[in-house]
């Protein structure tokens, strides 16, 4: 995804390229982390040891990092198509504990949040990225979702 974000591309490369591997290394990225997660709960974070720290705090704190690492890389790399896969996978986190998990009430809070928060800061950064690019506003860097695509 960094490098189809830095070189020069037609339209159609735009598309499959860019598009394509944004949207693509935002599913990894979950992938991963929904990985993590099964792994500390087969290793025995299922039920620590810790009073107030139950799975529920444990996905609560994994979604927190998601969130941080979604947006740090969008942010970075000038990419909000990768930070917008994140709203679909909390929204289908956040429906799978509505409709299969109810008891994690703090969870289905939480992720209500961060849809709404990466909802925000993905309609922020996609405003500010197409205005730069609309009025060619020189951004300091050669990368970015539209680099050298106009």
Known sequence: MMISTRTSVNWTEWISLRGGFSIYSGWVTAATILNATFMLKN?????PTIPWFDEE???IAILAVAFAIYNAASYIELNPLYGSVFIWVIVAIRSNIVNNKSQYTDLEAVSSYLAIFQSISMTALWTFYLTAELFEVDLGYNRGLFYEFW
């Open 43 to 47: 290793l025995g974070f299922k039920d």
């Open 57 to 59: 705090q444990i996905s």
